[in-house]
């Protein structure tokens, strides 16, 4: 073949190939340009969807945490205003048990001082006089000694004013009754609303000393002096006794002694200290 047609075939097939070549090369970049944005259509799509998914969490997590705290301040609030009420509903209990003790104890107390009152001007009659003899004189104090020690220690300190002052201060917790209230002081002396054996020791020993009285009013002068003079000392004691254990009983220490209160009361009271610690 000659060399110019040879060299035409060769020009030939290097032009079809340029020309194959240059339309491949389009074809391939118009296919790859739908493919390559379609993921990034998709992708940025994606990313809102959870842009919005975490916006709308958190808003949701928000409210939640706001409801919540609502929520701890309205029972804060409302345990607050519980605590409160107890507060003053304790004060106000506390105060009517107090007050009606108080008052129990100062009718005791009154009948006491009467009777001190009353003897005062005879059992002075010596010591004003000064016409005792020695003995007699030894009569008048060692009798004052022994009622100090027999009614005033043993009698009023150790068993009388404790059973007041726990009565007294026990009368508020019992069912109420204005009849007792009324007579506070003869109710913590245990005249009525007590035990059948407490009832008939304190109803003994107050006829006892009613009939006393008038026997030691007929005694000459100057026994019913001395008489007299032993009888204020242990009433006297006995007064200081039983204002001491109530100043204690004011300040939270009562009497550690039975109240002789009646099976019923008794085991109401006991119900309600239970639902009081309750």
Same mark, same amino acid.
Request: proline fraction near 6%; aromatic fraction near 10%.
């Given at each position: ?54 916006? *709308? ?135 009525? *609303? ?6 008939? @020791? ?13 026997? @030691? ?15 204020? @000392? *242990? ?44």
């Amino acid at each position: 073949m000659p060399l110019v047609a040879r060299s035409c075939l060769v020009f030939l097939l290097l032009l079809i190939l340029q020309l194959s070549f240059a339309n491949y090369t389009p074809t391939c970049a118009f296919l790859a340009t739908p493919v390559a944005a379609t993921p990034i259509k998709s992708s940025s799509t994606k990313t809102r969807v959870a842009l919005s998914i975490r916006a *709308g969490s958190s808003s949701g997590s928000t409210h939640s945490n706001n409801s919540l705290m609502k929520r701890s301040r309205s029972s804060s609030d409302d345990s607050s205003n519980g605590k409160s009420s107890n507060k003053r509903f304790s004060i106000k209990s506390l105060l009517a048990k107090r007050s009606l003790a108080v008052w129990s104890v100062f009718q005791v107390v009154c009948l006491l001082a009467n009777a001190i009152k009353r003897l005062i001007p005879i059992a002075a009659e010596p010591i004003l006089q000064n016409d005792l003899l020695p003995w007699q004189w030894t009569m008048y104090v060692g009798f004052a000694i022994f009622m100090a020690y027999t009614e005033g220690y043993k009698a009023f300190q150790l068993k009388f004013s404790p059973l007041v002052v726990q009565r007294a201060f026990g009368l508020s917790d019992q069912t109420p009754n204005l009849f007792n209230y009324i007579l506070s002081g003869p109710y913590a002396m245990g005249l009525f *609303g007590a035990t059948k054996k407490r009832m008939i @020791v304190s109803w003994s020993v107050t006829i006892f000393v009613l009939a006393l009285v008038p026997i @030691v009013k007929r005694l000459p002068y100057p026994y019913r002096a001395i008489v007299d003079a032993g009888v204020i @000392v *242990g009433l006297s004691y006995g007064a200081l006794a039983t204002i001491w254990q109530t100043i204690r009983g004011l300040c939270g220490v009562l009497p550690n002694v039975d109240p002789c209160l009646p099976p019923s009361q008794d085991e109401g009271a006991g119900a309600d200290d239970n639902e009081k610690k309750k």
